[in-house]
């Protein structure tokens, strides 16, 4: 490996930063040079690519978002656009890619290495946590982190005029922000796209929990759970319950934002480490990851198709401490 390019695509996540720093900085140290792919696979396909050296990753350690930009490419999906992708990389001599993103990111990846034989190495970098073959993906702890500190305020005014709340947090196909939340603020219910619930369930929650006085309460809603969201949950169980004051919040993309939590940036530094180090070794198609605070590398089909689950523990527990 004489030539590494980097780049960031999907949703950013908080971390994706010092992730880069790790590939540039081992770049240097191992006298590989790195370059950055501007705008993600469109910036691919346009050849929009910058040297990048010591200096240029400097003070975004703790920085939010990613510098090198992210897109999602609609003509990356296409035969014609991947070889388009592959022929700028071969342009610019090229020898291996470092792809940080999630899901769809890796799944364009593995394509462009299935077709091409191009050297891939993917490092997770998604809030939803949801890549089989790491205990933890980047801006999954800070997002988690952002949630709670919102709850813990929203609790304040619920507490204050004795209301119940439906707070609405991403996780579209993955429950693991909601959970994890869920336990961190007390939460008397979380509702998961991996579980079916009912309405009828979460009520006899709610009847529980005022028949032993409780005067507010949180419910941590994952948008993607089987009942349709936050609002579509508030309206049925008003609809047949009318022992709260019922409000919704739904927290968006301040998930996505803001400065890195430490846990990030030690785990973002390790995997872009760790990723040119992979490359350097000959390894390709493949997504470094963290399993029991061990460098692991999982195939990116695998780590793609493969059904990460939650904690059946920390499910379990959460319904004891909701009570």
Known sequence: MKKIAVLTSGGDAPGMNAAIRGVVRTCVYNEVECVGVFQGYDGLIQGDFKRLHVRSVSKILGRGGTILKSSRSDEFRTVEGRKKAFMALQREKVDGLIVIGGNGTFAGAHVLYEEHGFPVIGVPGTIDNDLYGTDNTIGYDTATNSVVEAVDKIRDTANSHNRLFFVEVMGRDAGFIALRAGMATGAIAVMLPEQKQSIDALIQVLEKGA?????????????????????????????????????????????????????????????????????????????????????????????????????????????????
């Open 211 to 323: 028949e032993s006085k409780k005067t507010s309460s949180i419910v941590i809603v994952a948008e993607g759970d089987m009942l349709g969201g936050a609002y579509e949950i508030a309206k049925r169980v008003n609809e047949k319950y009318s022992g709260y004051d019922t409000k919704v919040a739904v927290l968006g993309h301040i998930q996505r934002g803001g400065a890195p939590s430490a846990w990030d940036r030690v785990l973002a530094s390790r995997l872009g480490v760790s990723s040119v180090e992979g490359l350097m070794m000959g390894r390709k198609d493949e997504m470094v990851g963290v399993i029991n605070d061990q460098e692991t590398f999982t195939a990116l089909e695998q780590a793609v198709t493969m059904k990460k689950m939650l904690n059946v523990e920390e499910l379990r527990m959460s319904k004891i401490l909701s009570i």
